[in-house]
C-alpha cells in the first residue's frame, strides 16, 4: 500500500469533522508508543518546552546513575541506548538549541563519569561523534545563542 503525501492527508483532514479527527488521533496512538509519546508532548508540553527539556535531562541523570560500571559491553548500550532516547526527543521539540542542551548534558556527564571511560575506544569515539554533531548543531542556530554554546562546546 502506497502512502499518500501530507498535502493529500492535510485536505482529508480538514474535509473530516473533528469528532473524526479526534477518533483517528486516539487510533494513531493506541498502535504506537512514539505516536502516543508525540501525541503527549503536543498536547501537554509543546508550550513549556524548557521544562520538557528539564524534565529529558533529569531522566538522563537517571539513566547514567544506573549505568552498569563493571561490564564495559553493558555501558556501551546504555550509553547507545541514552543517545536513541536524546534522538527521539529531539525529533519531538524540532528545536535545535532543545537538541544542543540534550546533547551537552550528554557529553558532560559522560565526561564526568572519568578517565577509564576516556581511554578507552569506544566512548572516546562516542564522545567524539558527539562533540562533532554538536559543533554542526551550534553552526545552524541563531548567532546570538551561537557564542555561548560553542564556549561550552570548547569547554568540553
Known sequence: MKAASINDLKQELLA???????EICLKLARFKKENKELLSFLLFDAENEHGYVES??????????ELPRINWYATKKSLRKILRLISKYSKHVA????????????????????????????????????????????????????????RQVEQL
Do not use: W
Open 56 to 65: 529529558i535531562k533529569h531522566e538522563l541523570d537517571e539513566n547514567f546513575a
Open 16 to 22: 473530516l469533522p473533528p469528532k473524526k479527527v479526534l
Open 95 to 150: 528545536n535545535k538549541e532543545s537538541e544542543v542542551e540534550m546533547l551537552l548534558h550528554f557529553c558532560t556527564k559522560l565526561k564526568v563519569l572519568g578517565n577509564e571511560y576516556y581511554y578507552n575506544q569506544a566512548y572516546s569515539k562516542m564522545y567524539q561523534q558527539q562533540i562533532k554533531k554538536l559543533n554542526g548543531l551550534v553552526e545552524v542556530i541563531h548567532e546570538d545563542i551561537r557564542y555561548d554554546y560553542k
